[in-house]
């Protein structure tokens, strides 16, 4: 489903501009791309909880501008450094024609089902949590899910193992060598395992260096004497 939001054109731009319009409880914004760039406004709450649906960050969203929609990406905000107040937001227009490049979040599923877990009594470790991707906005998955159902203890699922939705592409830094999840020990595991071998083997060097004593108290020991 189509995640539509509306704004406003903002006619003052600056600072002091930008102060007042946040007391009133809308966030200045700004809409780029093809064409002119268009200074908005948006009312705060409804940005502030769409902000909180991980689907707004990865989708092709419809902006109401003055009645008009159009289709636009979301591709910057900034919150107050320790309020719960957006302060600014950034839209790109969409050409349904050019391609695009986004980060969308990964979800992994069969974790519980993994060997690795299941039986090996490893836990996942998230390498990757978002992935660069480049494909037409028709294209563009909300998310990309990483199936860990094969996963072994010890082993890794690599970028080039994740099924990427047709039309998509991996793009920017990642390799396909690159680890996007691994199962392994837990360190508590791992830590208790080496005290205790470091005990066992501390017992058996203290076992072995009295004996010797032993024997030779007990070869340099009198008989009793008899009555």
Do not use: W
């Not at 957006?86 to 060997?115: E, G, Y």
């Not at 990483?146 to 920017?172: C, F, M, N, R």
């Not at 199962?183 to 260096?209: F, K, N, W």
């Amino acid at each position: 489903m189509a995640i539509e939001i509306s704004a406003t054109t903002r006619k003052t731009q600056g600072t002091g501009a930008s102060r007042r319009l946040r007391k009133t409880n809308r966030v200045p914004g700004i809409v780029y791309g093809t064409g002119e760039a268009t200074m908005i406004d948006i009312d705060h709450n409804t940005l502030y909880y769409a902000l909180r649906n991980e689907a707004f960050h990865a989708s092709i969203l419809t902006l109401e501008l003055d009645g008009k929609k159009e289709d636009v990406l979301l591709r910057d905000f900034h919150m107050h450094p320790f309020r719960q107040q957006v302060q600014h937001i950034d839209f790109q227009r969409v050409d349904a024609k050019k391609k695009i490049h986004m980060r969308v979040p990964l979800h992994f599923i069969n974790a519980d089902l993994a060997p690795g877990v299941k039986t090996g009594g490893g836990i996942v470790s998230h390498v990757l949590n978002e992935m660069e991707i480049v494909c037409l906005p028709a294209d563009l998955p909300t998310a990309i899910e990483v199936d860990l159902v094969t996963l072994d203890l010890g082993h890794s699922i690599h970028v080039a193992d994740v099924k990427l939705p047709k039309g998509v592409e991996v793009a920017g830094h990642h390799h396909a060598s690159d680890a996007v999840a691994t199962v392994q020990v837990p360190r508590g595991a791992v830590e208790a395992a080496a005290d205790a071998a470091a005990a066992a083997a501390a017992s058996a060097a203290s076992t072995a260096a009295a004996a010797p004593a032993a024997a030779a108290a007990a070869a340099t020991a009198k008989p009793a004497a008899k009555k």
